[in-house]
């Protein structure tokens, strides 16, 4: 069963820096916990360190090519997806990419990618702060008494995020065990 994404547009910026920066603190026990089915996706990857200056520059040259992705399913919302960590390196893919109902016609400079069916816990945050919230996610899980596993994390750019804006909400998706 697919629980729906709850959004919140009373959210505050302040709200968002509270609960980042309570996550490690605060009692945690009420994950917002999320199955997804697995899906596909198509977008532009990059190969290289978490929090890479590089990664705004693949959203510079997807962004404006989001809604030409053949079969895309709603082009609205986007993801990054932040997959295939090598421990030893320190490197990992990034895509900057959508769903799309299956992966034929992928363009050139695009590639495509199956994400799994999973369990996430889901936390706001902001560009601001979002590498921040990623940091602070698995101590939070652990805290409420779950367990991370090793599947793709996501951030997902819903239909209400506006890069322009100061604040505007992404949500992290960490996979967590059953």
């Known amino acids: 069963m697919l629980t729906q994404h709850v959004h919140r547009e009373d959210v505050s910026l302040e709200e968002v820096k509270g609960i980042t920066n309570q996550m490690t603190t605060q009692n945690v026990s009420e994950l917002r ?41 709603n082009p609205a919302v986007s993801y990054g997806v932040c997959k295939d960590m090598d421990m030893e390196s320190g490197l ?55 367990q991370p596993v090793m599947l793709p994390q996501l951030e997902v750019y819903d239909e209400k995020f506006d890069p322009r804006v100061d604040g505007s909400i992404v949500y992290v998706y960490i996979p967590i065990e059953k």
């Open 92 to 146: 990992f893919d990034y895509m900057a990419c959508v769903e799309v109902k299956n992966t034929d016609n992928v363009p050139a400079d695009m590639v495509a990618a199956e994400i799994p069916a999973a369990t996430y816990a889901v936390f706001p945050a902001t560009l601001t702060n979002l590498g921040e919230v990623f940091m602070q996610a698995e101590a939070a899980i652990t805290a409420a008494g779950r």
């Open 33 to 73: 916990i999320v199955e997804k089915p697995a899906f596909k996706v198509v977008g532009m990857l990059h190969r290289g360190q978490p929090m890479s200056p590089e990664i705004p520059k693949v959203w510079d040259r997807f962004g404006p090519r989001m809604d030409s992705v053949p079969n895309s399913i």
